[in-house]
T-cell receptor, first 114, second 110 residues
């Protein structure tokens, strides 16, 4: 089992461009979570998805950010028209079912906006 | 409201000294608490969960519901323990997700 796979590990974007971060959950996991880690800050919850459904997006900024977890393929976190403040590490986590305490994290994607 | 507080942003100890990383929580339900460790720019790894009452790498943590705390302790710190430590609370009912504290950076000096 390869674990939670995130790519790219590092991404550099100019202001105004789009960033797409991908997350493949562990095999057999149908629940995906995205967290953002700003410099010198803890992890902030962004969104919780199941296959084809957004369960909780209470931590997502209202504009420019979107997430999906299609029936086939990885979960995608999309940031449109990036700004410098979007520079952060974005961590994906997955679990096999809701309410489980078995949540595994990926290695993160580091976004730098220049 | 659910909230996890780690009052110390930085903690520095010498090798062999005891270490305690503080964590307090606020949650109306029955809490399920965790400690995660993150070594430099790596993934978060689960260190402990309170329900299993296990000891990993010499670390222990006891849930104190009266004080709403879940402090992480180790009697003799090692240099390889230097890392970021995050306390987390699993919310239940509806949207289950982990809520993290801001983390404590532990440095163990030789």
């Amino acid at each position: 089992n390869a674990g939670v796979m995130q790519n790219p590990r590092h991404l550099v974007r100019r202001r105004g461009q789009e960033a797409r971060l991908r997350c493949s959950p562990m095999k057999g996991h149908s629940h995906v979570y995205w967290y953002r880690q700003l410099p010198e800050e803890g992890l902030k919850f962004m969104v919780y998805l199941q296959k084809e459904n957004i369960i909780d997006e209470s931590g997502m900024p209202k504009e420019r950010f979107s997430a999906e977890f299609p029936k086939e393929g990885p979960s995608i976190l999309r940031i449109q028209q990036v700004v410098r403040g979007d520079s952060a590490a974005y961590f994906c986590a997955s679990s096999p079912s809701a309410g489980t305490s078995t949540i595994y994290f990926g290695e993160g994607s580091w976004l730098t906006v220049v | 409201a659910q909230r996890v507080t780690q009052p110390e942003k930085l903690l520095s100890v010498f090798k062999g000294a005891p270490v305690e990383l503080k964590c307090n929580y606020s949650y109306s339900g029955s809490p399920e608490l965790f400690w995660y460790v993150q070594y430099s720019r790596q993934r978060l790894q689960l260190l402990l969960r309170h329900i299993s009452r296990e000891s990993i790498k010499g670390f222990t943590a006891d849930l104190n519901k009266g004080e709403t705390s879940f402090h992480l302790k180790k009697p003799f710190a090692q240099e390889e323990d230097s890392a970021m430590y995050y306390c987390a609370l699993l919310t239940q009912g509806g949207s289950e997700k982990l809520v993290f504290g801001k983390g404590t950076k532990l440095t163990v000096n030789p």
